[in-house]
């Protein structure tokens, strides 16, 4: 706890509807671990993920009170690059959807939007980034065909290889084995645990129990408030709140 | 369910059951209104080669392809006729693209949603004026102006690419901004999570992925203008000339091919020659307009593996 990259101080977020996602959300992320955001739909997961990477901008109308620091500066401050956010804070979407084009496309395409156009750094960093997704193996031959034939499990680690082959800081992943069997899910649990050596990573997990395998550290959501945050066997052993319990227990949600 | 229930009783197979009166009915109404539409487009066409194919075999390939049209002295030179088409419609496109794209871009991608609502409608509103009107506007109010620009009258190609390009325009921006709505968010979100800027994500991301459907966008508007007569006849000038270059190439009155055959038609007795002609104009306007559709068809399906990646 005592290197945290990021400090969410009393976040609260209001969609344009009126909806309260969040209330008054305080957390800190350390360096180099894995911190699950679990609990039930509806608890502010997603959002507030969104809100890491200010992709939350895109909603119109909603509202935000609070502060986010990012390696020490304030991400909501009005005079910071976004753009450079986005690439040090990378995301991996529930629904795995390539952009259009051939595998290789999306990889470099993070890269070329930031002007990198070297062919060298190009590959180098493609086949960097598929290595440490786990999928090399699999596409290394077939790295112009179009994303859209990989397979569901595929894709999901395609989508993980882009946001790495920025080089971020820290990685978002929103439910990142969502609809996929449970071979894939393994192999992408399994590549977290070489991921974290390198990045910081924050995750929405698919169930408790797979909280429970990837998490460092989590925080349990509950209606857009933080019910307890503590380090794996204290929020899945010995929970010190009733809610937590009931919900790590199966009792709810 | 269990194996105690044995083996189950074959499916009977000897006699079909008899189907539903209804269903024969509705499926006879079908085939017969789909086959008779098909009959009808065969129809026409028929009729139409009928009546114009003799005009080839008659003027000669050469005799249509002269610069002179003339009826009365039996000249039948289509090229003047062609360029007028040609000059128009080149004109109304390199007017309507462009700014019905980025009208689309801008009305999808950058105004506020209060502004989408009101802007979207009242284009739409705009296609359903009547071409004839927009020709009087151009009579009455475009003509004037080019010609106080210093063009030797206001009736020109220029005038006819001015009325088409507006009459194109709300069917570009309306079909490409559906287009670009119909692109999933998620590329949206992918793009810009990986730190591209809004306009990379437009340029990069959501203009390409929309590319079939603004393709036709692009061949609806210019196939709106292809075919428009009357507004063009009204503004255009009507002289089947060959604008010359030295002159100013857009400012000279033109005649187009459809303006051709809708001022010429109730003058000519039937069977004759000239009669013959103005229908195979109808043929060669059939073949380009044919063309353009074979055109468009090809450039989707070059996006087609991509399009089975599942957009649109």
Same mark, same amino acid.
């Given at each position: 706890?005592?290197?945290?990259?990021?400090?969410i101080?009393?976040?609260?977020?209001?969609?344009?509807?009126?909806?309260?996602?969040?209330?008054?959300?305080?957390?800190?992320?350390?360096r180099?671990?894995?911190?699950?955001l679990?609990?039930?739909?509806?608890?502010?997961?997603?959002?507030?993920?969104?809100?890491?990477?200010?992709?939350?901008?895109?909603?119109e109308?909603a509202?935000?009170?609070?502060?986010?620091?990012?390696?020490?500066?304030?991400?909501?401050?009005?005079?910071?690059?976004?753009?450079?956010?986005?690439r *040090?804070?990378?995301?991996?979407?529930?629904v795995?959807?390539p952009?259009?084009?051939?595998?290789?496309?999306?990889l470099?395409?993070?890269?070329?939007?930031?002007?990198?156009?070297d062919?060298?750094?190009?590959?180098? *960093?493609?086949?960097t980034?598929?290595?440490?997704?786990a999928?090399?193996d699999?596409?290394? #031959?077939?790295l112009?065909?179009?994303?859209?034939?990989?397979?569901?499990?595929?894709?999901q680690r395609?989508?993980l290889? *882009?946001?790495?082959?920025l080089?971020?800081?820290?990685?978002?992943?929103?439910?990142?084995?969502?609809?996929?069997?449970?071979?894939?899910?393994?192999?992408?649990?399994?590549?977290?645990?070489?991921?974290?050596?390198?990045?910081?990573?924050?995750?929405?997990?698919?169930?408790?129990?797979?909280?429970?395998?990837?998490? #460092?550290r989590?925080?349990?959501?509950? #209606?857009?408030?933080?019910?307890?945050?503590?380090?794996?066997?204290?929020?899945f052993?010995?929970?010190?709140?009733?809610?937590?319990?009931?919900y790590?227990?199966?009792?709810?949600g | 369910?269990?194996?105690?229930?044995?083996?189950?009783?074959?499916?009977?197979?000897? !006699?079909?059951p008899?189907?539903?009166?209804r269903?024969?009915?509705?499926? @006879?109404?079908?085939?017969?209104?789909?086959? =008779?539409?098909?009959?009808i487009?065969?129809?026409?066409?028929a009729?139409?080669?009928?009546?114009?194919?003799? +005009?080839?075999?008659?003027?000669?390939?050469?005799?249509l392809?002269a610069?002179?049209?003339?009826?009365i002295e039996?000249?039948?030179?289509?090229?003047?006729?062609?360029?007028?088409?040609?000059l128009?419609t080149?004109?109304?496109?390199?007017?309507?693209?462009?700014?019905?794209?980025?009208?689309a871009?801008?009305?999808? !991608?950058?105004?506020?949603?209060?502004?989408?609502?009101?802007?979207?409608p009242?284009?739409?509103?705009l296609?359903g004026?009547? =071409?004839?009107?927009?020709?009087?506007?151009?009579?009455?109010?475009?003509a004037?102006?080019i010609? %106080?620009?210093?063009?030797?009258?206001?009736?020109?190609a220029?005038?006819?690419?001015?009325?088409?390009?507006y009459?194109?325009l709300?069917?570009?921006?309306?079909?490409?901004?559906d +287009?670009?709505?119909?692109?999933?968010?998620?590329?949206?979100?992918?793009?810009?999570?990986?730190?591209a800027?809004?306009?990379?994500?437009?340029?990069?991301?959501?203009?390409?992925?929309?590319?079939?459907?603004?393709v036709?966008?692009?061949m609806?508007?210019?196939?709106?203008?292809?075919?428009?007569?009357?507004?063009?006849?009204?503004?255009?000038?009507?002289? +089947? %000339?060959?604008?010359?270059?030295?002159?100013?190439?857009?400012?000279?009155?033109?005649?187009?091919?459809?303006?051709?055959?809708?001022?010429?038609?109730? !003058?000519? @007795?039937?069977g004759?020659?000239?009669?013959?002609?103005?229908?195979?104009i109808?043929?060669?306007?059939?073949?380009?307009t044919?063309?353009? %559709?074979?055109? @468009?068809?090809?450039?989707?399906?070059? %996006?087609?593996?991509r399009?089975?990646?599942?957009?649109?």
């Amino acid at each position: 706890m005592t290197d945290s990259i990021i400090n969410i101080q009393n976040i609260s977020f209001t969609y344009g509807d009126g909806t309260e996602a969040l209330k008054n959300v305080s957390l800190k992320i350390p360096r180099n671990e894995v911190f699950v955001l679990f609990g039930p739909s509806r608890a502010g997961k997603t959002t507030l993920m969104r809100l890491l990477n200010r992709l939350s901008d895109l909603q119109e109308g909603a509202t935000h009170a609070g502060d986010v620091e990012f390696a020490g500066q304030n991400i909501f401050n009005k005079n910071i690059d976004v753009i450079a956010l986005r690439r *040090r804070i990378g995301m991996v979407f529930a629904v795995p959807i390539p952009l259009p084009g051939t595998i290789y496309e999306n990889l470099t395409f993070g890269l070329k939007m930031a002007g990198i156009k070297d062919a060298n750094t190009l590959n180098e *960093r493609v086949e960097t980034s598929l290595r440490q997704s786990a999928l090399w193996d699999e596409v290394k #031959d077939r790295l112009d065909d179009s994303a859209f034939a990989l397979s569901g499990g595929q894709k999901q680690r395609l989508c993980l290889a *882009r946001s790495l082959a920025l080089e971020p800081d820290v990685i978002l992943l929103d439910n990142p084995t969502s609809g996929l069997d449970p071979i894939s899910t393994s192999i992408v649990e399994q590549s977290l645990t070489e991921l974290k050596k390198q990045y910081t990573i924050i995750m929405v997990p698919h169930s408790v129990q797979q909280a429970s395998r990837v998490a #460092d550290r989590a925080a349990f959501l509950l #209606d857009g408030e933080v019910i307890e945050v503590g380090g794996q066997a204290q929020i899945f052993l010995h929970p010190k709140e009733k809610k937590t319990e009931d919900y790590v227990t199966g009792r709810f949600g | 369910m269990t194996a105690q229930q044995g083996v189950p009783s074959p499916l009977p197979v000897d !006699e079909a059951p008899p189907r539903p009166k209804r269903e024969i009915v509705i499926e @006879a109404f079908i085939r017969v209104a789909g086959v =008779s539409t098909i009959i009808i487009i065969i129809l026409i066409f028929a009729f139409l080669l009928k009546e114009g194919l003799p +005009a080839f075999f008659k003027v000669s390939i050469t005799g249509l392809l002269a610069r002179r049209w003339y009826p009365i002295e039996d000249m039948f030179g289509l090229l003047p006729l062609l360029v007028g088409s040609l000059l128009v419609t080149v004109g109304a496109v390199v007017i309507a693209v462009p700014l019905g794209l980025t009208t689309a871009v801008f009305l999808g !991608e950058l105004a506020p949603p209060w502004l989408r609502e009101i802007l979207k409608p009242v284009i739409e509103v705009l296609a359903g004026i009547p =071409s004839i009107v927009l020709g009087f506007l151009g009579w009455v109010v475009l003509a004037p102006a080019i010609q %106080n620009m210093g063009a030797p009258t206001g009736l020109t190609a220029f005038t006819g690419s001015l009325i088409l390009a507006y009459m194109a325009l709300p069917t570009i921006i309306s079909i490409t901004e559906d +287009a670009l709505y119909a692109v999933p968010k998620e590329y949206r979100d992918g793009s810009l999570a990986l730190g591209a800027t809004h306009w990379q994500t437009i340029y990069k991301v959501v203009l390409p992925a929309a590319r079939s459907g603004i393709v036709i966008a692009i061949m609806l508007g210019i196939g709106r203008a292809i075919g428009e007569t009357m507004a063009v006849m009204l503004v255009t000038g009507n002289a +089947a %000339n060959i604008p010359s270059l030295s002159d100013g190439l857009y400012f000279q009155p033109v005649r187009t091919l459809t303006a051709t055959i809708a001022a010429e038609m109730g !003058e000519v @007795a039937s069977g004759s020659l000239h009669y013959n002609v103005l229908f195979a104009i109808g043929i060669v306007l059939f073949v380009i307009t044919f063309l353009i %559709n074979s055109l @468009a068809t090809w450039i989707i399906g070059g %996006n087609g593996g991509r399009r089975r990646g599942g957009q649109i």
